[in-house]
Each structure stands twice: as C-alpha cells, then as structure tokens.
C-alpha cells in the first residue's frame, strides 16, 4: 500500500478532477505490475495496473492493492471493478472507501457479490490525506483551501512602500522552488487586486514541473491593466468582479487579445457579503478541486475569518522590516514545523 501511495503522488496536478490512485498487482509477494491514474480521460490506475502485468495467468492467484475503492459506474472510462472481476483477481486490499455518492462502497459491493475477497482500510489515513481533495469537493461542496504567506520575523508580509513594481522577498531560493512545487500540485491558484498591482506576478510553475495552476484574480472594480503578466494569455484565468461593476468594464475584459493563447473567464459575485463563499462557488462551477490562496492579507483573512481553508503554510523569514502590512491573523495552533536553511517553514491545519 505503500508503493500505491508513492504512485498516486504521480497523478496529482494531472489526474483531476478524478483523484489520483495508485495500484499494485502481487503475486506470491513480487510486484508483477502497478499503475496510477492518468490524466483526467485517460485509463484509471486499476487499468494501467493491469496492463503492465506480461504474464495474465498470475491474475488467479494475485492480490490488487489499490489506494481508492474501485469504481463501479461508467464515466469516461469502464468500471475498474468490472476489470478486476473480468480478470479474475481473488483479492483486492482497499486503502479507504471512496466517498462519491455515486460510488461509495458500491465497487466493494460488487467486488464481493463476484466473489472477490475484499480487505478495507489498509493506511487508511494516509489514504484519505492523499485523496483529500477530492474528498472536500464531494463532502463539503467546495475546493480544498491552502493558504500561504511568508512573513519577517516580526511579523510583516510587505512593506508599505516600495520602489519597484516587484516582489520583494522574504523566503529563501529552496522556500520559493517548494511553493513552486505546490503551485503544481493545486488546480488553481488566486490571488487579489493589490498583489497584481503591487507585484506584477506570473503565478506559474516556472521553478518545477508540471502544469501551470488556472489563475483566479480577484478584482472588484476591474483595475487590473491587461497589460499585467497575470492576463498574459499564458494560462487559463477566470477574473471574478463585482455584479455592480460597469457593463463597459466588463465587456472591455471580455474582449481577449488576439494573441490570448489560454481561456479567459469573467465572473461575478457580490463583493458586499459572503465573498469566500461565492468565490468557492465560482471554482466549483468551474470544476477546480483545489486552490492555492497566495494573495495579499485581505484576501488572505477574508477566507480565514469565513472558516473556509483546510491547511495554511507560512514562511518566517529572517529578516526585519521597520513597517509594514501585519500579517494575517491565524488563531490555530502550529503543527509541525521545519527549517529550510534560514527560512522557519509553519504547517497549520483546520480540523
């Protein structure tokens, strides 16, 4: 279960929407084949399992271990459960049962009633950890939240003033890589109007691999120059603004550039009240299962104080600034902490 683990980590940032599995096929206690899931239309991990395996005669007496329960409806791929049953594997060990209502202990049902032995909750919490995304959007009808911002060691996240359209850091060279790195691994990533304004920011994963998040801006009264990197055409971005914005503004930032390579989206909400809320609404219709909140304190304490995020991570740096914007107020306890070089690396999470 394990080595299942390890796999899944291959499909996150490429599965999604799907969550990301990760299978082994053993027989007599050699790994005779494994699989992950592929990109969102591809073949399950189940399925890439399977087919790595040279020899099918070794399916009769091999046991499947698989992160996820198996599916057992049709999407855009075949039922993996009727896969396993067709290939007359006699045993299947299940880190946690897939809470989706269409699935939800219906592939074990029918693992079981083919006469398949079925073992569940096997690392169950790892399992569950690995696939928490997923498992918001069908528990809680919202994205995953992850906070992040990196602060001085007393407590400022930028300063009032400065002397160039840039950000000035505060994290170290491997801080900045690793939020690179969670950038890849979130569908998408927001931010809002003063941190474009203030920083020009490309919010890529220029510094890792994989593919870049879909950017979210939030800009109330449109005042975000489409000349600014984040409405480039690079990458996907949808702009959520006011219902009470012009009608001229709006169709003005519908109106892509002709060299716009990526979708651009133009949202509305009410900024007035519930504005977390509607922003996680706006991302759910838009099938985004995870967001990367990098924006300045006010977004940032917008979806703080809404309770609305699941995990935030916070860089202390080791320099000083003599003003500034305070950071955000977060009233949890640290979890767990970790040095990268002369960087303090904070893990809080919302239970």
């Known amino acids: 279960m394990r080595r299942c683990l390890e796999l899944a980590e291959k499909g996150i940032g490429t ?3 799907n969550p990301s599995v990760g299978a082994v096929i053993v027989n007599e206690g050699v790994i005779i084949g494994e699989g992950f899931t592929d990109a969102y239309g591809g ?4 399925v890439n399992a399977v087919r790595s395996v040279k020899d ?4 009769k007496t091999s046991t499947m271990y698989v992160t996820l329960e198996p599916c057992s409806h049709y999407g855009k791929t075949p039922p993996c459960s009727d896969l396993i049953i067709q290939k007359k594997i006699p045993n299947v060990v299940i880190g946690t049962i897939d809470t989706h209502s269409i699935v939800a202990g219906r592939g074990i049902k029918r693992l079981k009633d083919n006469g398949v032995n079925v073992v569940v909750g096997v690392l169950e919490e790892e399992c569950k950890e690995q696939h928490k995304r997923f498992f918001t959007v069908q528990n809680k009808k919202r994205p995953y939240i992850v906070l992040k911002w990196a602060e001085t060691k007393n407590g400022y996240i930028a300063p009032l003033e400065k002397e160039k359209q840039a950000p000035i850091w505060i994290s170290n060279e491997y801080s900045k890589q ?5 950038r890849a691994q979130e569908q998408a990533i927001l931010v809002g109007t003063n941190t474009v304004i203030s920083d020009n920011p490309k919010l890529n994963i220029r510094s890792w691999t994989g593919n870049d998040p879909v950017r979210v801006i939030l800009d109330r009264n449109l005042r975000i120059s489409k000349k600014m990197n984040v409405l480039d055409g690079s990458q996907k971005t949808i702009v959520i603004t006011d219902i009470k914005t012009s009608t001229e503004k709006v169709a003005l930032y519908r109106t892509a550039d002709s060299n716009y390579e990526q979708e651009l989206i133009i949202e509305e909400i009410d900024f007035t009240t519930n504005v977390a809320s509607q922003i996680c609404e706006v991302l759910l219709q838009h099938k985004i299962q995870s967001v990367f909140i990098e924006g300045g304190k006010q977004t940032l304490q917008t979806f703080i104080e809404a309770n609305l995020w699941d ?4 860089f202390v740096g080791d320099s000083y600034f003599k003003s500034g914007v305070d950071a955000p107020i977060l009233d949890h306890p640290v979890k767990r902490e970790e040095h990268i070089e002369n960087n303090i690396l904070k893990y809080y999470y919302n239970d």
């Open 15 to 17: 599965a999604r929407p």
């Open 43 to 46: 073949p399950h991990a189940e």
């Open 56 to 59: 099918e005669s070794l399916f």
């Open 178 to 182: 690793l939020v690179h790195k969670w």
């Open 311 to 314: 995990e935030a991570k916070v």
